[in-house]
Nanobody, 124 residues
Framework: QVQLVESGGGLVQPGGSLRLSCVASGRSFSAYAMAWFRQAPGREREFVGRISRLGATVVYADSAKGRFTISRDNAKNTVYLQMNNLNPEDTAVYYC?????????????????WGQGTQVTVSS
């Protein structure tokens, strides 16, 4: 069982930045790759990026490349999503997620454990 808690969302102007955090419970955090997803109203949950267990490999959705950075601190059981140059299309609820089998999937249905989400709103 893994419990995930996201934080750091809020209202930001276009071009601004936010850093989201996701804290995981348990002593096996470094055993899991961690993923970020987002979901805008009326849209399907969308893959944002994924970081490997020790942080050596990070993959991003095309929409995140060059603007978002995922990192992790295994000593703090925390994964981060740094988002720069935000635009209104980034408005969504952002979730972190874990697949206990560590499958390199972009599909939200693969992931078993989810946080409650944190709202990001980009608006002037």
């Amino acid at each position: 069982q893994v419990q995930l808690v996201e934080s750091g969302g809020g209202l930001v102007q276009p071009g601004g930045s936010l850093r989201l955090s996701c804290v995981a419970s348990g002593r096996s955090f470094s055993a899991y790759a961690m993923a970020w997803f987002r979901q805008a109203p009326g849209r399907e949950r969308e893959f944002v990026g994924r970081i490997s267990r020790l942080g050596a490999t990070v993959v991003y959705a095309d929409s995140a490349k060059g603007r978002f950075t995922i990192s992790r601190d295994n000593a703090k059981n925390t994964v981060y999503l740094q988002m720069n140059n935000l635009n209104p299309e980034d408005t969504a609820v952002y979730y972190c997620a874990v697949d206990p089998k560590n499958r390199p999937s972009y599909n939200y249905s693969t992931y078993e454990y989810w946080g409650q989400g944190t709202q990001v709103t980009v608006s002037s």
